[in-house]
Each structure stands twice: as C-alpha cells, then as structure tokens.
C-alpha cells in the first residue's frame, strides 16, 4: 500500500499574532472593536510546502489522522512557532511539525501593512485509495450534491466573521469552506445530516446540525460566541515601537477600569508617569512637566482640552475611541510642540459589514454611537452626547437659598467620520496602489453653572466661563508597494469666554494646518520617515480689564484703589512650521533610530528657529528581555496670545526647550506576565512665566513684559509598570501595577522680579542665581493597583487603588497678626518656601457590571464608585481673612454612577 500525503491549508480566521498585553511597555498592540477590526488586506499563501514523514507503524497500521495546528507566521513569511490544538498520537503530531516549521508562506499583509498572523492549518495524513473500478467515476459524478451557504455573525454585535473554517463533519475528507471578508460562506456537501463545525479564532467552536436536501440550497445564519467574557476584546496585532515608552490602551479594556465611569481615557491617571492633578483641572502632568507642557491630540490634530471642565469625563465618546497612544517622553521626531508628554487619540472607521451603535446612559450625561456602510468602500460613523447633572443635582439639594450652592459642569461634544476609498479586506493587484481616506469633523462646548436649591433671583454671585472648539480634518493615505503617504490637512475654530468680576475676556483662534508623513521600507533592514508640520493660527482678543497697578494708573494710600478699565482688541497672526526626519536601522538585536526636527516660528514681527535632534534605540536580548534608551531635545512654542504688547504681554518670546532621556528594560515572564522598569531625567529651560522682566523702552521709560523665557525645571526618576494579561478565556482575572518615584523642580534662571519674593526664602530678590524649588505638582511616590476578575455567567468586577504623596505647599507661620493700612487687609507670614506638603491621597474604586448577549445585541449594566470608603482627600487649602487659620477643601466624596449600555 502506497501512502499519498495531503497537506491543505484550513486558514481559519487567519487572527492576527497576539502580542503583549496593552497598557505594558512591551510591543504595544491596538485591539479594535468587533465592528472595526483591523482586516487581512493580504492573506498569506503557502509558496513553499515541505511533504511530512508518514509515521512508519501507522503506515503499516494503515492509520490516517488530521492534525491541527496554530502556526505563527512572521512578517518575511518564515513560520515562527507551531503549537498541536489537539493531540493526535501515533507520531502525526511530531511529524506534522516537523514538516510545517519548513513552510514558506507569502507575507501577510493587514491593513495594507505587513504584519504577523495566526493561523489554524489542518495537515491531512491520507492513504492512497486503489483505482476505483472502471464506471465507478461517472456513478460518483451523477450522485446528488446539497448546497449549505449562509453568513457567519459574532453574537451581540452582528459583526461578519471572517476568514473561518466551516465543515461538514469531523473526517479528513470532510468538505470544507472559509469565510469571506463578509462573513459569506459555500460548502457543496452529499445531501442528508451535516454535522457542522465552524472553527473561527477569537470564537467558540459552533456546532449544530443541518438536514440538506439533494440539488437544493439551504441558507442559514450562524451567531459565533465570542471566547471569554460576552465583552471580552482580543488583542490582535502588535506594532513595532518607534519610542522607549509607548502605552496604548484598548478602547474595550480602558471603559472597565474602575474609577473611570467607562470614560477610556480616564485610564491614563492610571499610567506610570503621570502626576495625580487636583480633581477640578483635569490637566495632565507627565514626568514633573506643569499644565499645558503635554500635547493632547485627536487622531493627530491638537485639540485645546483633552477633558470636560472640572475633571469631567473626555471629549471624545468613548465608543468612537479605537485606541489611545501615550508617550511619556522619549516619543520620535513626528510629534512636536511639547517639552512634556504626548497623549494620540485614535478614532475608529465606521463599520463595512452592517449597521452597528450603542447607547449608554447613566447620572451623569447620555450619548449615541452610531456606524454604518453606505456603500462598497464608504461608510460612516457619528456620535454624540450631552450632559444633564446641571437638571438633576437641584432636586436634590437643600431648598433653603444661600444653603448649598455647587459648580457644576454642563457640556456636550459630537464626532463624524466619513470614511472611504478601497473596501476592507479587498487585496489590490500587484503594483497596483492603494488608496484610503477619511473625512471628519467633531467638537466640544463647555460651560460651568451654578446650582442651587433656591430661587435663582435671589443669587448675588455670577459666573461666566465658556470654551468651545470644532474641528475638521482629512485623511488620505496612498500605498504602492513598500511606500505609504499619509496627508491630514485640517481647519479648526476655538472660542473662549470668561468674565468674573470686572474681568472680561473673548477670544477666538482660527486655524489651518496640515501634516504629511511618508514612510519607505527600503529593506527589511532600513525603514526611512519624513514629512512636515504646518500650523497657522489668528487669534482676536476682546478684553476689559483693570489697568495693571503702575502702568495705567498710580495707587494711593488708604482703601483699596479703583482702577481704571481699559478695552483692548489685539489681533495677532501666528505660524509654526517644522520637517523631520528619522530611519530605523536595524542590526541583528539592535534597532537604532535617529531622528531630527527642525521648528520655525513667525508671531506677527518676531522669527524664531531651532533644531531638535533626538535619538532612540533598542537591543533584543532574547524573546523575552529588551533593553531601551533615548534621549533629545524637545520645543514647544509659546501659545500666540503672549506675543501681545507690553505690559500685557511679551512680542520677543522664544521657543520653550526641555532635554529628555531615559532608559529602561522589559521583561516577560511566562505567558502572561509582563514587567518594565524605565528611568528617566528631564531638564526644562527657556520655559515662559510670569512676571516678566523690567526693561527699558526706545523713549527712555521702562516697562515690565507679562511673560518671560526664563523659566527652568528638572525632573527625574523611575516607573514601574507590572501587566497581569488573561492566558486564555479560561483566565478569570488580569490587572496591573504602576509605580512612579519621582522628583520634580521648578525654578526661574537670571534675575528675580521686584515685588514679592516669589521663591520664598530661597534667595533675596535681584540675585542672578539660578534657584530650583520643589515643584508645586511634585509627587515622590504614585501608586496605583488595577484588577478585574470575571465571575462568569456575564458578571465582571474590578477595583482601582491609588496612592500619591500629597502636593508641596507653603507652611503659613504667623506669630502674629500683619496689617497693612494702605489696601486695609492683612498680610501673611510664611515658612520657607513649600517646605511642606498636603496629605496623601489615598482612593479606592469599584466597578461591578453585569452583561447580558443577545442574537443581534448586548446590554450591560453597571455600577462604578468612586472613592468608595469616602476617603477626605485634600484638594486646595484657603486661609481665612487674618491668615490664621488652614481651610482644607475635600475632594469628591463616595460618589456611585449607576449607567445601563446597551450596543447593537
């Protein structure tokens, strides 16, 4: 008996690699949503099969087998690892592998990128049968065939499963079809009973039974369970890392974190790096940098405010969050604009398959996600929300006017994208070029309220604080074989409005900018990146105002004096420019990327310019253990506005500079654990504060500008990150620990200002020293805990907790009472210069949710409390009127958000 091996390919589901965890530092990965995941544009094909040694006491048994293997393809084709789903015996299993780690398969292409797969492959151990007795073909021929075709769906959110194996029975000979990029299947099988066996990654095996009836065709859907938990997102593809630190965060795992009320870019409060700010600022404050110094942007374009007034939730609904990049520091030369940290917020396309969207509700606000395809290659995606706690909070507050009186946030944001040009999943034709594109436009309006539980009228406080912003970019992106082109242009309109007191303020910033950034493969050694950076801004300002004292006006003695308002419109025109450039050379284990950007300024008749040249590199010392380093400098221009006139601004402002560097190692343990351990030291100098310099003018008088480039900063210290990641769906529970040491200086170079010494008693005003004190957001030790546990049967629950050393202050030391009769006030007395500090802050937060799936939809209810043993946190500290006494304001108190999310 002769023996005939037939190795077919079952490229089931054809996943994409599962890489490390999100949220740790090793290779980072994007996990789209089951509506929007990241498509095979290319699938591999074996080119290069090698024939398996047939077992020989199984030949002589006359034993057949099919064995099933999951094999990992790298990006240049190789077969990097082969893993048996199941045990076969007999020596199929060992001569199977041996076979298959041969295999030379074409790269896989994902999204047009060439990337590491998964996929199932059956390898057949088959007998040749003897010759069928002569007529015996045309009997076969003639014999009845039953059609079975129909559409595979993921269970609760009617997503098309693509690339998945469906079988007739469990045999080596069994027929067999895959999926198509819509889920589409055909499988021409003998009529009768058909056990059927849909073998999909990412899914539960499908079984169920189907009567076929002779030369007619049956049509059928079947709904494929998700692997895991009902909500569970899988982690499909890693990216090769261009920086030291890059943590992305997937949509689905950051809306569980505890704390965060499904808000995913709450999570980064959760990263090593970043500073714990006061609940109300909703700034980020990444390693020792001060507000305003990390840039905040929405698939690549800035935005003015990445949060809500008041620490609110993002503006950014979360359902259209594909994923968010967080650099630390360290990032390439694309990013600019920023002496601190850099936060991308990536939205997803809308879906090609089928019309999907969600709508959650809770006490806070309520909004909509929606996504269709209109058409083959277009589709679109829009979202909006809008909160309502300005409604609700009066009802239940004391009816007694003057009793309780809050601040409240009332905003609303909205996002829509358009999205079109060459279909997912559809492969162009050999040199031939592909392109894709996107419209978008979103914006956030907010504004703070004051509620109480009386009569209005009988208030005698106002507020009047706004901000609003719109935006709307374009993407297109052009591939032709090793070469990519990605072009944003983008307009944008930023209104804000303050008025408290005399002080009334209306600005409005215009602006038109563009990126492009093209990327060459020259070879799988060297990778080339260029592109540029444009942004223009006009900003109109409307502002009255008290005349600053010694200026437009001369104080007396005695009460307070009235200043004189002045009314002033300043219109400024400002540009910031840049081209960069960077190449990753790789070198067996090591990857090296140097990197330069070049920055030009131009605010009304002041030119500014400078170069940034950064470097980054990384040694592999095995599969598991990487050692990272950078280092560079970094700008970031002084906002338009402060290039006003004196004595209200400063038109000879510079660049802001900062030099950072780090280096870290990373270190996976097992299969699920994951350790990175990063140091870094930054130095910030030419940073602009206030109050400026007194300088003398052409006319002999002096003025003192507003602002100045003498600010300077230090920081340094170590972060930790500990990632517990699910092995399988087995796997109940994952979390992860951040730690940050750190240390942080802010400081001024040159000359002090006259007037109050703003450096307490570091030093007399008018020396020329450089003096450091500790930063007002210093925070040596922040640790935060995150769990999940899956309890099974839809449930999940998680807990958040967080510890942070409290923030410096100033100690008030006063013996006695100071009065000062000129302004008729009191004057305080204080210690050396934040000598000491809040207390700890120390929270914990809970999140239970209970998910229900349905055939077409999901429906999750849930509880998130915030700071749930009612902890008093310290947020700011007031004196009273005699500078005697310490008022300490609380933070938020136990605050529990029940919402209800039901998605389709």
């Not at 230090?714 to 992860?736: F, H």
């Amino acid at each position: 008996m002769s023996s005939n091996v037939n190795a077919r390919a079952a490229l089931a589901a054809a996943s994409l690699l599962v890489a490390a965890p999100v949220l740790a530092q090793a290779p980072q990965a994007d996990a789209p949503p089951a509506a929007a995941q990241p498509t095979i544009t290319r699938p591999p094909q074996l080119v290069q099969p090698v024939e398996a040694q047939y077992p020989p006491e199984a030949l002589k048994e006359g034993l057949t087998a099919s064995v099933r293997l999951i094999i990992t393809i790298a990006e240049d084709g190789a077969v990097s690892d082969v893993q048996p789903t199941e045990a076969v015996g007999h020596g199929f299993d060992e001569a199977a592998i041996a076979a298959v780690r041969q295999f030379r398969f074409s790269p896989a292409e994902v999204d047009g990128v060439p990337a590491p797969v998964q996929v199932e492959y059956v390898y057949h151990f088959t007998l040749e049968a003897p010759p069928p007795a002569e007529g015996t073909a045309a009997a076969e021929a003639e014999a009845p065939k039953a059609t079975l075709t129909g559409t595979l769906i993921s269970r609760g959110s009617r997503s098309r499963v693509p690339g998945a194996t469906v079988r007739c029975g469990d045999e080596a000979d069994a027929a067999e079809a895959l999926s198509d990029a819509d889920g589409r299947f055909t499988l021409e099988v003998p009529p009768g009973e058909c056990a059927v066996r849909v073998i999909a990654s990412g899914f539960q095996l499908y079984q169920t039974k189907e009567t076929l009836k002779a030369n007619e065709t049956t049509e059928v859907n079947f709904y494929l369970a998700p692997a895991g938990s009902p909500f569970e997102t899988v982690v499909r593809s890693a990216r090769p890392k261009k920086e030291v630190v890059r943590r992305t965060v997937t949509r689905e795992e950051a809306q569980k974190t505890p704390g965060t009320f499904g808000d995913p870019i709450r999570v980064l409060q959760a990263l090593p790096g970043v500073a714990r700010a006061p609940f109300i600022s909703g700034d980020l404050l990444v390693r020792g940098s001060n507000p305003g110094q990390t840039a905040t942007l929405m698939d690549g374009v800035r935005i003015p405010n990445l949060f809500h007034l008041l620490g609110g939730p993002s503006v950014v609904n979360a359902e259209f969050i594909d994923s968010l990049d967080f650099y630390p520091g360290g990032y390439g030369s694309q990013y600019g604009r920023a002496v601190g940290g850099v936060v991308d917020v990536t939205t997803r396309k809308g879906a090609a398959d089928t019309v999907h969207g969600s709508v959650k509700v809770d006490l806070l606000d309520a909004g909509f996600f929606l996504e269709a395809p209109v058409t083959d290659g277009i589709s679109v995606a829009a979202s909006a929300r809008r909160s309502y706690i300005d409604t609700l909070l009066p009802a239940v507050l004391p009816k007694n006017e003057g009793e309780t009186l809050s601040i409240v946030p009332v905003y609303w944001d909205y996002q829509l994208r358009v999205d079109f040009g060459a279909k997912r999943g559809t492969t162009p034709e050999p040199g031939t070029a592909r392109n894709t594109g996107y419209i978008m436009a979103f914006g956030s309006d907010d504004k703070l309220k004051l509620v109480t539980g009386g009569e209005e009228t009988d208030r005698d406080i106002s507020l009047d604080t706004r901000t609003r912003f719109h935006r709307v970019k374009g993407d297109w992106t052009y591939r032709k074989g090793d070469f990519t082109s990605v072009f944003t242009p983008y307009v944008g309109l930023d209104y804000f409005d303050i008025s408290f007191g005399q002080y009334i303020e209306h600005d409005v910033i215009s602006s038109l900018g563009a990126r492009e950034v093209m990327t060459l493969d020259v070879s799988s050694l060297l990778t080339l990146r260029t592109g540029l950076d444009v942004y223009f801004e006009h900003v109109k300002v409307d502002v009255q105002a008290p005349a600053p004292g010694g200026t437009e006006y001369v104080p007396f003695p005695g009460n307070d004096p009235v200043s004189e308002l002045i009314h002033e419109e300043p219109v400024i025109n400002g540009f910031d420019g840049a081209l960069f450039a960077e190449a990753d050379f790789k070198f067996g284990a090591f990857t090296v990327t140097p990197g330069l950007r070049g920055n030009f300024q131009r605010v009304n008749g002041t030119r500014n310019w400078l170069l940034d040249p950064r470097l980054w590199l990384r040694y592999t010392m095995s599969e598991r253990t990487a050692i990272k380093g950078s280092l560079g400098l970094y700008s970031q221009p002084a906002d338009t506005y402060q290039f006003i006139f004196s004595p209200y601004g400063n038109p000879l402002l510079d660049y802001q500079r900062a030099f950072q560097t780090s280096l870290g190692v990373e270190q996976r343990l097992g299969e699920t654990w994951n350790v990175d351990v990063t140091g870094f030291f930054n130095r910030r100098f030419e940073n602009v504060v206030s109050p400026g310099d007194l300088r003398p003018t052409s006319n002999g008088s002096f003025v003192q500008d507003r602002f100045v480039n003498m600010g300077i900063g230090k920081a340094y210290g170590v972060e930790l990150m500990v990632k517990k990641e699910r092995a399988s769906a087995t796997d109940k529970w994952s979390g992860w620990l951040s730690y940050t040491l750190s240390h942080a200086e802010d400081g001024r170079a040159g000359a002090k200002p006259r007037g109050d010494n703003p450096l307490g008693q570091d030093g007399p005003p008018g020396s020329d020293e450089e003096t450091y004190g500790l930063s007002p957001w210093d925070q040596t030790h922040i640790l935060t805990l995150v769990a999940n546990y899956i309890l099974g049967n839809g449930w999940e629950v998680g807990g958040r907790f967080r510890l942070t050393t409290g923030r410096p202050t100033t100690p008030l030391t006063h013996p006695h009472d100071i009065y000062d009769s000129d302004t008729n006030n009191y004057q305080p007395t204080y210690g050396p210069f934040r000598s000491a500090r809040t207390s700890s802050f120390h929270q914990l937060d809970v999140r239970v949710e209970k998910g229900w799936r349905f055939d077409n939809w999901t429906l999750a209810l849930y509880m998130d409390v915030q700071n749930i043993y009612n902890a008093e946190n310290v947020e700011f500290i007031f004196n009273d009127y005699r500078y005697r006494n310490d008022v300490k304001i609380p933070g938020i108190p136990i605050l529990p958000v029940l919402g209800v999310k039901g998605s389709f």
